[in-house]
Nanobody, 114 residues
């Protein structure tokens, strides 16, 4: 099973993007789905995560601006990003984790610049 992330691009400060991540096949017993990002010269960090029961957590830097959602039937996860700033510029990765495995998408570049 592979994850395919899409939706990145170049956007002006204050703009919005919606990232999507879909699995090529069925993944059973998913515990969490999430989005991570890695900016140049920095470590990969958690952006948002959604748990099996529906609980969501966000990095402090994106709270109130980003929203994570998922479609269980499609093994997909989305990230709506609003009021983007230059500090949000990074490669964004989706991740799906079960009790035994984790799957990562290939990354999609988000660049916020005027």
């Amino acid at each position: 099973v592979q994850l395919q992330a899409s939706g990145g691009g170049l956007v002006q400060p204050g703009g919005s993007l919606r990232l999507s991540c879909a699995a090529s096949g069925r993944i059973s017993r998913i515990n969490t789905k999430g989005w991570y990002r890695q900016a140049p010269g920095k470590q990969r960090e958690l952006v948002a995560r959604i748990f099996y029961g529906g609980e969501k957590i966000y990095a402090d830097s994106v709270k109130g601006r980003f929203t994570i959602s998922s479609l269980d039937a499609a093994n997909s996860v989305y990230l709506q990003m609003n009021r983007l700033t230059a500090e949000d510029t990074a490669v964004y990765y989706c991740r799906v984790a079960t009790g035994a495995n984790e799957y990562w998408g290939q990354g999609t570049q988000v660049t916020v610049s005027s």
